[in-house]
């Protein structure tokens, strides 16, 4: 579960999990002992996802397509964020205890004026204790990642900020000893507690089929090739209660250690008729052809 950074989707869903995340400021603090070690966090102000309002990555329903918005200032004191995690490693077994005080990322809203359309922006902030862990037994990894979501609308009653919820996350990985080839299987799911009938509450607007829950299957494949100077990369995002799907493919060819030829193609769809992103962006369909350096 990151919460230290808000998603950008400008560009869809790619391979590259930090290309989906936005830059932010943060301050930390870690110790190490022989076995263990403690991080603390702070963050004068936060960074909000970045979620299209126009063109083919658009979020926006088309009822608040001509809408005003504005939003609260999110680079002050007023809204820091602080966190820590301790983590302890026994055998093959490595365990964190999570804690974090901030904003959840994406915004709810309030209508201000119907004529014309003007909307508020409103961030819900809450505090997060979660746990998480990973087995090693080689060549497989086992991970697990828990966590509750106490929001400062506890009761649930506010349309515009999110209600508590509980998020959930394992994955069995597989590496290759003499290939590195890598192969991982991930359930990922939620739920909202309280959950509203009111279809302008913002967990209904941003939940599957109208669901309280979440459930979500993720299948990676990784294959390196020719002394791993050509990587094959795959991967397929399920999402069960909308039917909705994206499936990745990737390729690529290091021509020197700063330097790569590659070729990316993202489909979407679903196997319903369903309204979710994944039906929303069935016409975005993208494959992609280029050379990426590092400086």
Do not use: C
């Not at 966190?83 to 302890?88: A, D, E, H, T």
């Not at 922006?121 to 828990?146: D, K, N, V």
């Not at 929001?151 to 959930?168: I, W």
């Amino acid at each position: 579960m990151d919460v230290l950074q808000g998603r950008d989707l400008r560009r869809g869903l790619v391979d590259d999990l930090e290309k989906m995340k936005r830059p932010t400021f943060m301050t930390l603090f870690t110790t190490y002992w022989e076995a263990s070690s403690l991080e603390l966090l702070f963050k004068p102000g936060f960074t909000p996802s970045y979620l299209p309002t126009e063109g083919r990555y658009s979020l926006i329903p088309p009822a608040f397509s001509t809408a005003t918005f504005t939003e609260m200032d999110t680079h002050t004191l007023s809204a820091y964020e602080i966190g820590s995690r301790y983590r302890i490693s026994k055998g093959k077994l490595d365990t964190g205890l999570l804690y974090f005080n901030g904003y959840y990322p994406d915004p709810g809203f309030s209508i201000t004026s119907l004529a014309p359309l003007s909307l508020d922006l409103i961030y819900t902030r809450y505090q997060l204790f979660g746990l998480e862990s990973s087995l090693f037994f080689e060549p497989f990894t086992l991970a697990f990642e828990g966590g509750f979501f106490l929001s400062e609308d506890r009761s649930g009653s506010d349309s515009a900020l999110f209600n508590n919820k509980l998020a959930y996350l394992a994955e069995l990985s597989y590496t290759h000893p003499s290939t590195s080839a890598f192969v991982a299987l991930a359930y990922q799911g939620r739920y909202v507690f309280d959950f509203s009938t009111n279809a302008s509450d913002i967990d209904v607007l941003s939940s599957y089929d109208g669901k309280a829950y979440e459930n979500t299957l993720i299948f990676v494949v990784e294959y390196p090739l020719i002394q791993q100077k050509l990587t094959l990369r795959g991967a397929l995002t399920y999402q069960m209660e909308s039917e909705g799907y994206a499936f990745l493919l990737g390729l690529s060819y290091a021509l020197e250690d700063n330097l790569q030829v590659f070729g990316k193609a993202t489909f979407y769809g679903a196997l319903g008729t369903k309204s979710s992103l994944y039906k929303s962006w069935d016409d975005n369909d993208v494959v992609m052809v280029g050379l990426q350096a590092w400086f």
